[in-house]
T-cell receptor, first 114, second 114 residues
Framework: KAGVTQTPRYLIKTRGQQVTLSCSPI?????VSWYQQTPGQGLQFLFE???????NKGNFPGRFSGRQFSNSRSEMNVSTLELGDSALYLC?????????????FGEGSRLTVL | GENVEQHPSTLSVQEGDSAVIKCTYS??????FPWYKQELGKRPQLIID?????GEKKDQRIAVTLNKTAKHFSLHITETQPEDSAVYFC?????????????FGKGTRLSVIA
């Protein structure tokens, strides 16, 4: 079974720009969760999508948004980038295919904002 | 919502010694407590988990303990080796509900000194 695939792996943007990150969950799985990882803050929950519907949302400003397509692939978008948005963005899906709490992570997209 | 506190943030031990990382959680509804290990430049990977119906679980040199009354759980690594050096994250959620995301602590950077 293929794992969680994230693209791009690395990207550099400047303040004020916007960025779109993509995630394909484990094949056949309908749930996708997004996390932001920064030094000292650990893994902070952004949002979760299940069958194209946002099921949970973390405490991030409205500049952070996401969506999920019918093939379960998900995208997250960050508009009006700030220096503090520099982070590793991780996508994850439950390896069991249904909610158990366990998450299998992708390799992440490392965003640098200059 | 759930809040997970993790201590210490950094930990250095001599090879062969034991390491203990502690976490507390706030939501009494949480019943699933996984631990993830993230090596440098890699994705977080599940190393062990415990559910609220057990107090301890072991897997070779790794063990987790859970005290539901006090709402804390711990990771114990015995006979540490250099390859144990990584960042460790604890997490908590209600695995019976698809409406609560997995909430992580801020991580512990473990360094095993040879």
């Amino acid at each position: 079974k293929a794992g969680v695939t994230q693209t791009p792996r690395y990207l550099i943007k400047t303040r004020g720009q916007q960025v779109t990150l993509s995630c394909s969950p484990i094949s056949g799985h309908r749930s996708v969760s997004w996390y932001q990882q920064t030094p000292g803050q650990g893994l902070q929950f952004l949002f979760e999508y299940f069958s194209e519907t946002q099921r949970n949302k973390g405490n991030f400003p409205g500049r952070f948004s996401g969506r999920q397509f019918s093939n379960s692939r998900s995208e997250m978008n960050v508009s009006t980038l700030e220096l503090g948005d520099s982070a590793l963005y991780l996508c994850a899906s439950p390896p069991a295919g249904y909610y158990t709490g366990e998450l299998f992570f992708g390799e992440g997209s490392r965003l640098t904002v200059l | 919502g759930e809040n997970v506190e993790q201590h210490p943030s950094t930990l250095s031990v001599q090879e062969g010694d034991s390491a203990v990382i502690k976490c507390t959680y706030s939501d009494s509804a949480s019943n699933y407590f996984p631990w993830y290990k993230q090596e440098l430049g890699k994705r977080p990977q599940l190393i062990i988990d415990i559910r609220s119906n057990v107090g301890e679980k072991k897997d070779q040199r790794i063990a987790v303990t859970l005290n539901k009354t006090a709402k804390h759980f711990s990771l114990h690594i015995t006979e540490t080796q250099p390859e144990d050096s990584a960042v460790y994250f604890c997490a908590a959620c209600d695995r019976n509900s698809g409406n609560t995301p997995l909430v992580f602590g801020k991580g512990t950077r473990l360094s095993v000194i040879a």
